[in-house]
């Protein structure tokens, strides 16, 4: 998991120089992190053989992920209008590209937290999407400025709410 959370940070870094003078709400960070681990498990399933496991991830949480892309996809708008969505969709490419070169560089490792994380993803079927990333201690919310509103108008994320998310980078032993 250390390394699961490190290579979760490594990437969330690579999106920090689309957006940094723009504030993220809870749910747009919670939508950025969802997009880091639906890249991490794709590359995953295609190069640790985990075509399988990873279709049981999009099946069980398909609605909250294509909200959390809607929702991120509306933060790089608003980051930038005009190329938002030109900047989402290299962010993705990015990310997906990063973890590529990481199963290729530290395959067994890689693949050993895919693999852990898949198990936790079908232990936590029926959860909310947010609450699953937040037992994986993922973390990115330092990253980014945080919006000063974040009461009661704070967003959704697959209709309900994110909540805070406070996770440490790495876990505490």
Not at 78 to 89: E, P
Request: aromatic share 8%.
């Amino acid at each position: 998991m250390k390394l699961c959370a490190s290579l979760l940070a490594m990437c969330a870094m690579t999106s920090q120089a689309f957006a940094s003078a723009v504030c993220t709400k809870a749910s747009e960070a919670t939508a950025l992190k969802a997009e880091t681990l639906q890249q991490q498990l794709m590359v995953a399933a295609l190069t640790c053989d985990a075509a399988e496991p990873y279709n049981r991830f999009v099946l069980a949480w398909r609605g909250a992920l294509v909200d959390s892309d809607r929702t991120a996809e509306g933060y790089f708008q608003r980051v930038n209008a005009s190329t938002g969505f030109s900047d989402y969709q290299t962010y993705k490419t990015k990310l997906a590209n990063d973890f590529s070169l990481d199963s290729m560089h530290n395959s067994d490792s890689f693949c050993s937290t895919a693999r852990t994380i898949f198990a936790a993803a079908d232990s936590e079927r029926g959860a909310r999407l947010g609450d699953f990333i937040a037992s994986l201690n993922m973390s990115g919310d330092e990253l980014y400025a945080q919006c000063e509103d974040r009461g009661a108008s704070e967003e959704m994320v697959a209709g309900r709410s994110s909540g805070p998310l406070h996770r440490s980078l790495h876990r505490r032993e």
